[in-house]
Every structure is written in structure tokens, then in C-alpha cells.
């Protein structure tokens, strides 16, 4: 993980944090650090050691491919957004994202062939 890795970090845990309705008081007291020691990592690029950021990417349900490989992620923003709230589903809510995605893109590809 190098410097800019880190900068990236601490958006990435403040918005997974956020979607998960989390204050930072909340998420200290569950990780076992200071409200200041997150709000550092957050805002101020603070370095985690590697058991904090277990932690919190375990807590937060955060994908470790979204901070270890993000020259494999997405730089959409909106889909960034979606994966901290899919987390939140549970089984059945995910059955019907998926199969109401799965309608989109298929209504997507009739229409595409139906110009073609």
C-alpha cells in the first residue's frame, strides 16, 4: 500500500461509515479507538496499523479489493456508494436487486437489438 492508497482511505472508510449510519463516537467505541484517532484516519490521511484497519473493514463490511487493488475499481461514484449499502441488505433485499437488475440490463439489450 503505498502514500496514496492512504489518501484514499480515509474517504473510503467515512463514506462506508456514513452509509452504515455510523457517528464516529459509534464506531470508536466498536473498534476500540478514539473518536479523534478515526476522525484522523478520515480527514487527515492518519495511517492505520494493519490491526485497526482489520477492524474497521470488518465492522464497516468494507471490500479489501476497494483499498488493496483500486486499480481494479470502478472510479463511478455512484457505484462506489452502492456497495456500503448493499451490505446493508439482507438476503431477500439482495434477491430483488439482483433481479431487478438483471431486468434492467436485459430491457437494455431488447431495446439495443430492436435499434440494430
Same mark, same amino acid.
Given at each position: 500500500?503505498?502514500? +496514496?492508497?492512504?489518501?484514499?482511505?480515509?474517504? /473510503?472508510?467515512?463514506?462506508? #461509515?456514513?452509509?452504515?449510519?455510523?457517528? *464516529?463516537?459509534?464506531?470508536?467505541?466498536? /473498534?476500540?479507538?478514539?473518536?479523534?484517532?478515526?476522525?484522523? !484516519?478520515? +480527514?487527515?490521511?492518519?495511517?492505520?496499523?494493519?490491526?485497526?484497519?482489520?477492524?474497521? !473493514?470488518?465492522?464497516?463490511? /468494507?471490500?479489501?479489493?476497494?483499498?488493496?487493488?483500486?486499480?481494479?475499481? %470502478?472510479?463511478?461514484?455512484? *457505484?462506489?456508494?452502492?456497495?456500503?449499502?448493499?451490505?446493508? %441488505?439482507?438476503? #431477500?433485499?439482495? #434477491?430483488?436487486?439482483?433481479?431487478?437488475?438483471?431486468?434492467?440490463?436485459?430491457?437494455?439489450?431488447?431495446?439495443? +437489438?430492436? !435499434?440494430?
Amino acid at each position: 500500500m503505498n502514500h +496514496n492508497d492512504f489518501d484514499r482511505l480515509g474517504g /473510503i472508510i467515512k463514506t462506508a #461509515r456514513k452509509a452504515k449510519g455510523l457517528t *464516529r463516537d459509534q464506531l470508536s467505541e466498536r /473498534i476500540h479507538i478514539t473518536p479523534r484517532y478515526l476522525m484522523s !484516519i478520515e +480527514n487527515e490521511n492518519q495511517k492505520p496499523s494493519y490491526k485497526i484497519l482489520f477492524q474497521v !473493514i470488518r465492522e464497516l463490511k /468494507i471490500s479489501t479489493d476497494t483499498i488493496f487493488f483500486p486499480e481494479n475499481k %470502478c472510479t463511478n461514484t455512484e *457505484r462506489e456508494q452502492l456497495i456500503p449499502l448493499l451490505s446493508l %441488505c439482507d438476503e #431477500r433485499d439482495l #434477491r430483488i436487486v439482483t433481479a431487478m437488475v438483471k431486468t434492467l440490463l436485459e430491457t437494455k439489450q431488447h431495446i439495443t +437489438n430492436k !435499434i440494430f
